[in-house]
């Protein structure tokens, strides 16, 4: 006990240290409303108060780009707290906010710039790496580069990239696609993540982003397989938003959940529907259906029968002149093709949903003002997503919600300036008219032959790679991404990439990493000067900054500052632009240049104050339909009408200039869609039922949802979230594999035992979690373990990955990989 | 002096378990050694099971079983009821932990929650256990008050953020991290709590918000039978109509 009374009596009075590259965001705490400041002697010597220094940043677990208040104390980060005056959090957090002193703190983390040694590859291979300088690091970077543009091939290197921040990250990479000459720099995630929904909703309202939604003022939403309380973004204000629609609103907002499993949501939510996956669809064309039938649409906005006599009868044909449409396209026509015979009880064989259910949910849906119907990969991630995706976001024309209070909105951009340099002035030849642009995306994005329609398609890199076609990859780069372990069927990928030299990013092993041959390290998010505009939020233009709480722990290096130091070393007009922005510092001080012009509601008006604030912002969200007509903000209201070629041009950017139920884009690609999944030229421009396609061979769904306490990109490697990943069924140090008693018991599986899940593309091991919360055809496997190079604490898990039966499949329309559709063989192990 | 009390809304919790990870943080517990955990229930056959939960903080008991049973006297209340463990005085024995009637004091025990041992990674000297990196600010660890990092052979528990809500203006009626003069004498679970589920409050102060929710929405405190008078006090939708707590008077 000495050791204990010893530590007491050496405290001491402890000056700040550490802490520099941060002065002008700092505040020294004290102890507000006391008058005994914690600088004063009067306070030292009523009781020691640490000198603790304030540092804004962004929470980097998840897109929802929280604004965190980092509380660091004699050069220890030790606190981290949601910053009061940001308008997501509020203060608030989630439970993954207060673990990003694990995420800096990581013993796992790379201590600097690294190089392979070993050229063999593969998941038994030790990569070998050895340290050496970032001069080194990249000198060879732009070496490789400059020698492969040279030989005319520059559309041979890749960047594939995950969550990109802000304009000082993968803001930069276009640029850098765009000088050097590749189709492939760079590739996004999009594919892997949710544009399922950005692209169902851009064939209807021409708007290819998420949603802003208005939660705080709405009186219903039914909500398709979004995980609202679990992962949808942004979660920490989503339960702030949650507290109060569903504790001190008046009247409390009702909520259906619509998922295949009894999560938290569905828990707390009135009503839980556990539908047979990838039917949503379905579902949500037989809430259409009633609301037609039972005259529920909303007029102002949808339109009405020219004489007032609603002639929506089930199964019968209305002729469409008797029906004068106001802000949408097709309805009389989307009703004779399909919904006419999309019935309550066709959906409840199709959903298996009773049919009394799905009614009382069309009901209440149809009849409640404001109602919003949202909608992620749980409803999209299929074969069919696309036309599951418009079959719920019609559900959002119909009653009206499109820019309407307690609606949707989409998502204005801050008023950043302009860069240091305009790269249109450093285009050589080879970038302005090289032979590159002739070449394919190596992902086949925007082919014929792949996906046409798609905004990314990064699932196909590795086996296009691995094929050679359209052609082989000389280098890859990656940034915040890890595609060996987070791509369906990752095996393939870790063929495909023995044979191309990678680069990664990533401060943390990874698989990825694992085959790279360089390392260079970014800084973890609380050691990095970087920009974030917000996510879609609440439609009102917001941009934050993350501001270093100490100065990096190792030898490490922000991506963006790599981007253009490799920038410099390239030969030509290309180094010269990056000598021209200099480093993102430099950048971030120009993009603040544009809030003098537009100051932020909280007073941030240049860098300075904006690294003191950690977010500019101006509210509120500029356009509002009431009762179908289209206003402007004047400065103090809702009150300049808007014309329809404003509306068209801001809000609704179809062809039409109105919510398409036939869809433009969809009919103006009908022979390309027809050809390659053979659907009704007739019919495949309207939201229809179609029946997903599930591969994989067996005879239960795989649904490997994110959870709560999925910090993206490194929750797996730390142990408070090992500690609490799965509450709901208590996979605590493990994830469970959720199967339903009567499933388990036929085939002789008990709880607790080892199951094996098994499919066409691979095998994996789990623990069986008997639970009557999940339908019984179907299991649930959290997506979160199985890692076999990124630390020791995921390594040590015993779950293994679900990616590695999950077959890759993707919707041919929007590009959205399939993740929860396979199916699945399970038997004890 | 205040009775500092604490009410959660079960209406509004989302099970999310910041509260957790937030207290986790600012006390430096182990990873699943929670002071503050979130317990999960389920009940019923496919298709209409019911999932609940119910967040667990010590509920800082007016009649303390953990206090009376402690051979030592490690165990105490302080003048403003939080009940703490003087680590200086702890032989470890475990009484309290048999006594407690909600399962929240710990013992650190040689097996970690999460393999590898993180105690490992971080390694403390002597009878400190494990020293990370984010560790409190040396000025608030206090065994004392069993306050920052737990030793070796000791029991610990929630101390309402002793560290913190001791350091509060005098008089204030709650602890209210929306309040600018009182947010950083919150304690973490409450401060954290998305859907402001928990309120943090002074019980004899009868303008206080928590003996506000406490008589609008019908708090209940658990397992009142024992006699334990815990400050914890939970609402689950209000109204007049629930089981009767022992705070209650029969008409």
Excluded at chain 1, 105 to 126: H, L
Aim: glycine letters at 10%; one cysteine or more; proline letters at 7%.
């Amino acid at each position: 006990m000495d050791e204990i009374n010893t530590s007491v009596s050496r405290r001491r009075f402890l000056q700040a240290t550490g802490v520099t590259g941060a002065a002008a965001a700092t505040a020294v705490m004290g102890v507000p409303g006391t008058g005994l400041e914690a600088t004063s002697a009067e306070a030292q010597t009523a009781r020691a108060q640490p000198n603790t220094v304030v540092t804004k940043n962004i929470c980097h677990q998840c897109p929802a780009r929280c604004g965190i208040d980092v509380y660091t104390t004699d050069g220890r980060v030790h606190a981290i707290y949601g910053t009061a005056d940001h308008p997501i959090s509020n203060g608030k957090l989630c439970p993954k906010g207060p673990l990003g002193v694990y995420i800096l703190y990581d013993p796992d983390r790379w201590r600097g710039p690294m190089k392979r040694t070993n050229p063999a590859k593969g998941r038994n291979e030790d990569p070998g790496f050895v340290p050496i300088s970032w001069d080194e690091a990249l000198d060879t970077v732009a070496a490789r580069l400059n020698a492969l543009r040279e030989a005319g091939e520059s559309h041979r290197f890749a960047l594939l990239y995950g969550r990109g921040w802000g304009a000082s990250c993968a803001g930069l990479q276009g640029t850098f696609g765009k000088l050097y000459g590749s189709p492939n720099v760079a590739i996004g995630h999009s594919s892997m993540c949710s544009d399922g929904s950005i692209i169902s909703k851009k064939m209807l309202d021409g708007n290819a982003g998420y949603n802003a939604y208005d939660y705080a003022h709405t009186n219903y939403i039914l909500m398709f397989g979004v995980g609202f309380l679990e992962a949808f973004r942004p979660y920490n204000n989503n339960m702030q938003v949650w507290g109060h629609i569903r504790g001190r609103k008046s009247p409390k907002t009702r909520v259906t959940a619509v998922d295949v499993h009894v999560n938290t949501t569905l828990a707390a939510s009135d009503r839980g529907l556990l539908i047979r996956p990838g039917t949503d669809g379905a579902l949500a064309l037989a809430i259409a259906h009633v609301i037609l039938t039972e005259g529920l649409w909303e007029k102002s906005f949808v339109g009405d029968f020219r004489d007032g006599r609603n002639r929506f009868v089930a199964g019968q044909s209305v002729s469409p002149a008797l029906f004068e449409e106001k802000w949408t396209q097709g309805l009389v026509e989307w009703w004779n093709v399909e919904l006419k015979d999309r019935t309550v009880d066709w959906a409840a064989g199709i959903t298996d949903i009773p049919a009394d259910r799905i009614l009382a949910t069309a009901r209440e849906f149809g009849s409640t003002r404001p109602a919003m119907a949202i909608y992620e990969r749980g409803a999209h991630a299929h074969s069919n997503g696309i036309y599951n995706g418009m079959a719920i976001h019609s559900l959002n024309a119909l009653v009206g919600s499109m820019y309407a209070v307690g609606g949707l909105m989409n998502q204005m951009g801050p008023s950043y300036g302009a860069m240091p340099a305009d790269e249109n002035e450093y285009m050589d030849d080879w970038a302005q008219n090289g032979a590159w642009k002739d070449m394919p995306r190596i992902d086949r994005k925007g082919s014929a032959d792949g996906y046409l329609m798609a905004n990314n398609m990064m699932q196909e890199v590795g086996p296009n790679h691995l094929a050679g076609n359209p052609y082989k990859l000389d280098t890859m780069m990656f940034y915040l991404t890890n595609p060996i372990w987070t791509a369906p069927n990752g095996q393939v990928w870790e063929e495909a990439l023995k044979d191309v030299f990678i680069i990664d990013t990533s401060p943390f092993p990874s698989e990825t990493g694992h085959y790279a041959d360089l390392i260079l390290p970014d800084h973890t998010y609380l050691e990095r000067l970087q920009d974030a505009p917000t996510y879609p939020f609440q439609g009102f233009p917001m941009t934050q900054l993350r501001v270093p709480a100490v100065e990096p722990l190792h030898d490490t290096k922000y991506y963006g500052d790599v981007l253009i130091e490799i920038g410099k070393r390239m030969n030509g007009p290309m180094g010269e632009y990056y000598r021209a922005l200099g480093d993102t510092e430099n950048v971030l001080r120009h993009l603040a240049e544009g809030f003098r012009a537009d100051p932020g509601d909280n007073g941030v008006t240049d860098f300075e104050s904006w690294k003191e604030k950690g977010v500019w912002y101006k509210k509120p969200y500029i356009y509002r339909q009431v009762n179908g007509t289209f206003y402007r903000w004047d400065g103090r209201d809702y009150t300049i009408e808007m014309t329809e070629e404003e509306v068209q041009a801001n809000l609704l950017k179809t062809p039409s200039g109105r919510f398409e139920f036939r869809s433009s884009q969809m009919e103006a690609n009908a022979a390309w869609i027809a050809e390659r999944t053979g659907r009704d030229p007739a019919r495949l421009m309207f939201p229809i039922w179609e029946e997903p396609q599930h591969p994989g061979g067996g005879d239960l769904f795989l649904v490997t949802p994110k959870v709560a306490l999925h910090a993206e990109g490194r929750g797996h490697n730390i142990p408070m979230v090992i500690a609490h990943l799965q509450p709901t069924v208590g996979g605590r140090g493990e994830a469970f594999c959720e199967i339903n008693p009567a499933t388990a018991e036929a085939r002789g599986i008990g709880d607790g035992d080892m199951v094996r899940i098994s499919s066409d593309a691979g095998e994996v091991t789990a623990r069986a979690r008997v639970y009557a919360g999940v339908r019984p055809d179907t299991i649930v496997l959290p997506m979160e373990y199985g890692h076999w190079a990124a630390g020791r604490w995921s390594k040590a898990v015993p779950t293994q990955h679900s990616g590695e039966c999950t077959i890759n499949q993707s919707d041919r329309v929007t590009g959205q990989c399939n993740y929860y559709t396979t199916k699945v063989n399970v038997t004890k192990a | 002096m205040p009775k500092w009390g604490m009410v959660i809304d079960l209406e509004t919790c989302t099970g999310c378990q910041a509260c957790t990870t937030a207290c986790a943080m600012e006390n430096n517990r182990l990873p699943g050694e929670n002071w503050q955990d979130v317990l999960f229930y389920s009940e019923g056959s496919y298709p209409n099971m019911k999932l609940s939960w119910l967040p667990r903080p010590c509920m800082q008991c007016e009649n303390p079983s953990c206090v009376s049973v402690c051979p030592t006297r490690a165990t105490y209340q302080t003048e403003d009821g939080v009940v703490l463990v003087d680590w200086n005085k702890c032989i470890g024995c475990k009484y309290c932990m048999v006594a407690c009637p909600y399962g929240v004091r710990f013992y650190m025990d040689e097996k970690p929650v999460v393999e590898p041992d993180i105690r490992a990674a971080f390694p403390g000297e002597g009878q400190r256990s494990w020293n990370p990196p984010f560790r409190m600010p040396d000025e608030y660890e206090d065994p004392s008050k069993g306050i920052g990092i737990q030793p070796k052979g000791v029991v610990s528990k929630c101390t309402f953020c002793y560290h913190k809500v001791s350091q509060a203006p005098e008089g204030v009626a709650d602890l209210d991290e929306a309040n600018p003069e009182t947010r950083e004498f919150t304690p973490a679970c409450v401060r954290v709590c998305a859907p402001k589920a928990r309120f943090f409050g002074d019980l004899d102060n009868p303008e206080s918000k928590v003996n506000e929710l406490i008589a609008e929405k019908g708090g209940v405190r658990l397992k009142e039978e024992t006699g334990n008078k815990p400050k914890v006090y939970y609402l689950s939708g209000g109204g007049a109509p629930v089981v009767p707590g022992k705070r209650s008077t029969r008409s």
